[in-house]
């Protein structure tokens, strides 16, 4: 019986050329490695990273511009209504311009973040240098937009850009002043809408605005510390320097004289006074509305202590209660200054 010798490798080339499929070491090395197939982003991967860099669902915050009509009465006023859209989409391409320079300015730090190393710069979708320009041309945009609108607008709003880039660039690791810049950048939305509408402000409108953005600013940066308690991530350079005793004491301290200044503001809604009168009562919506403004203070708190999140906006977006407050102080607010106003 004649032996059946196997074939040598030699009679069976292709065989030398197929991938193992088995985990067969040694056909694998014999193999030339496959070459992985090189995948070209999709056309509008970029685009929308942009576009999330710009970070849309935050200009929730620009609605600030509102509070100076709205509080004056003027808010459905059609001589002041269309200044008043341009100051928010003024304030909603600056804003964005800014997002897309400091996500430039921090990708190595993001990319070390648990989760801002998904943000579209740090993951790579968006080149860096496509990202500067396009800020720029959002400033362009929004200084644009705001002279249209007013010149005072045009002021406030370059005032806005520069100190948000110096923050970006330069002071957002110095401890205090990082909450201050970032505080003022929710007054400056205030007083754009003032600026947009040509309204006077008053003493106590600016103070409850000013101590109303510094209780979110410190709570924003309590909770960032939260986040780094629980995770582990590496946090900025100057929460490095804070503690939490001291940002809850800038949080109680904020949220006392935020609570304080809007008192007082609403105990002056429809007083009025004339020479050898006794000033007239304030309104009582206004008065009433005082309830609903501090409960939703207190909730806020609830939330940010819960480390529930750092963002005002995804705070407010995701606290029904704190919604229904919020709904029920603008009903109260808007019926206290338009009755005053009749």
């Not at 511009?65 to 002041?80: K, N, Q």
């Not at 209504?81 to 311009?97: R, Y």
């Not at 300015?105 to 943000?119: C, L, M, S």
């Not at 020479?275 to 609903?292: D, F, K, M, N």
């Amino acid at each position: 019986m004649t032996p059946v010798t196997p074939p040598s490798p030699a009679a069976e080339p292709s065989e030398q050329t197929r991938p193992a499929e088995g985990g067969d070491e040694s056909t694998a090395e014999a193999s030339p490695a496959p070459v992985a197939p090189t995948h070209r982003p999709k056309p509008v991967a970029v685009p929308l990273g942009l576009l999330k860099t710009m970070r849309p669902r935050q200009w929730v915050k620009n609605v600030l511009v509102l509070a100076a009509p709205f509080a004056a009465g003027r808010l459905l006023d059609l001589t002041v209504l269309p200044d008043v859209a341009l100051a928010f989409v003024a304030f909603s391409l600056a804003a964005s311009g800014v997002y897309l320079i400091n996500d430039t300015k921090d990708v190595e730090a993001d990319r070390a973040h648990p989760k801002k190393k998904f943000r579209p710069i740090a993951a790579g979708v968006v080149p860096p240098t496509l990202a500067v320009v396009w800020g720029i041309v959002l400033f362009a945009g929004a200084l644009a937009v705001s002279y249209v609108a007013d010149p005072d607008l045009l002021t406030v709003t370059a005032i806005y850009i520069a100190v948000q880039l110096a923050y970006c660039l330069w002071l957002k690791h110095e401890p205090v002043i990082d909450i201050c810049i970032v505080s003022s950048g929710f007054l400056m939305r205030a007083i754009a809408g003032g600026a947009a509408a040509g309204l006077p402000l008053s003493p106590w409108f600016l103070l409850t605005m000013a101590f109303g953005s510094l209780f979110m600013a410190s709570g924003k940066r309590y909770a960032e510390m939260r986040l780094a308690e629980r995770t582990g991530a590496k946090i900025r350079k100057s929460l490095e320097r804070y503690s939490a005793s001291y940002l809850r004491f800038v949080w109680s301290l904020s949220a006392t004289v935020v609570i304080m200044a809007y008192g007082l503001w609403a105990f002056g809604i429809g007083v009025t006074s004339m020479p050898g009168r006794l000033p007239s009562a304030p309104s009582t919506w206004a008065i009433v509305s005082i309830v609903p403004f501090v409960v939703a203070i207190l909730r806020y708190a609830v939330d940010v202590d819960g480390g529930n999140g750092g963002e005002p906006e995804e705070i407010v977006l995701g606290d029904r209660v704190l919604q229904v407050l919020g709904l029920t102080w603008v009903v109260l607010i808007g019926l206290a200054v338009y009755t005053a106003a009749a």
